[in-house]
């Protein structure tokens, strides 16, 4: 059996949710949670569809940067909306994990090899 050498985005994102007390809750205004979903959302319109994508200049126009696009959202609901809802210690751990997985996703999206710990 060939050893693996990269971690799946799923182990990424997934990594340390067992420690997470599963009946501890938080409380979000709607109007939050509906930015978040409506942003989620946005991202699976066009990620599900091959065709939104067809070149890399497509993918980085849709992601954009800090300012506009969709690199835009996920900052503003990082640091603007989660930041609030999240207990301090788990987002200064969570801040390294971001920086990482987004570095993550850039390079799957152009197909260039990556390994990333967390």
Known sequence: MEERKYTTIEEQIEYGLETINSNETVEIKLKDLILIFETFE??????????????????????GDVDSGAYHMISKIYYDILSNYVPKAIMENWAKKMTRLIT???????????????
Do not use: A, G, M, W
Not at 42 to 63: A, G, I, K
């Open 42 to 63: 946005e991202f699976n319109r066009f990620f599900h569809q091959p065709r939104h994508y067809p070149t890399l200049e497509d993918v980085n126009e849709f992601l």
């Open 104 to 118: 993550l996703i850039l390079r799957i999206i152009t197909n260039q090899k990556t390994r990333i710990s967390f």
